[in-house]
Every structure is written in structure tokens, then in C-alpha cells.
């Protein structure tokens, strides 16, 4: 199981977090970094996954993408057992 932690305050762009997620979680090639492909992606992985200071997204991002983002990975988890989402 991959073990990824996410630091909202160090992510500055979408790209940047799906870049992030793409490489840490092994996603295919093809992955196209939208919030679908994202899905998608998720629930096959096998993670576990921590974001810390997630208000952050908010202020990085804006806050409709950090609610549409922080929204697929909860949509995400409970879509696969073997997806552990913990939000810090």
C-alpha cells in the first residue's frame, strides 16, 4: 500500500496536485488530470492518503476547486476499502 501525504499548504496549482498524485500513486500515462480522471484513478489505488491543513487548498487553489478536489478524494474513499483518506 502506497502511503501519500499531502501538505495543502505547499500545493499551489491544480497541475501541481495532480501532478503529485500521478506520480506518487503510480497513475497510467494516459491520466488525463482532471477531476473525472481523478476518480477514476482512485478508486483502483490501493493508499492511504493524508492531507494535512486542508483549508490551505482554499487559499492556494480558490475555493471552489479546493472543495470540487477535497469532494472526489471523500467520493473517492468511499467508493474503495483500500483508499484511507485522513484529513489533519
Known amino acids: 500500500m502506497t502511503k501519500l501525504t499531502i501538505n495543502a499548504a505547499e500545493i499551489h496549482t491544480a497541475e501541481q496536485l495532480h501532478r503529485l498524485l500521478s506520480e506518487e500513486l503510480g497513475f497510467p500515462r494516459y491520466y488525463g488530470m482532471n477531476l ?13 492518503i493524508t492531507v494535512l491543513h486542508p483549508e490551505k487548498f482554499a487559499e492556494n ?7 470540487s478536489f477535497l469532494r ?7 467508493a474503495n476499502p483500500l483508499l484511507t483518506l485522513n484529513i489533519e
Do not use: F
Request: aromatic share 8%; charged share 35%; proline share 0%.
Open 36 to 48: 473525472d480522471a481523478l476518480y477514476d484513478c482512485l478508486t483502483d489505488a490501493e493508499a492511504e
Open 61 to 67: 487553489l480558490g475555493e471552489q476547486k479546493a472543495e
Open 72 to 78: 472526489v478524494l471523500y467520493d473517492s474513499a468511499e
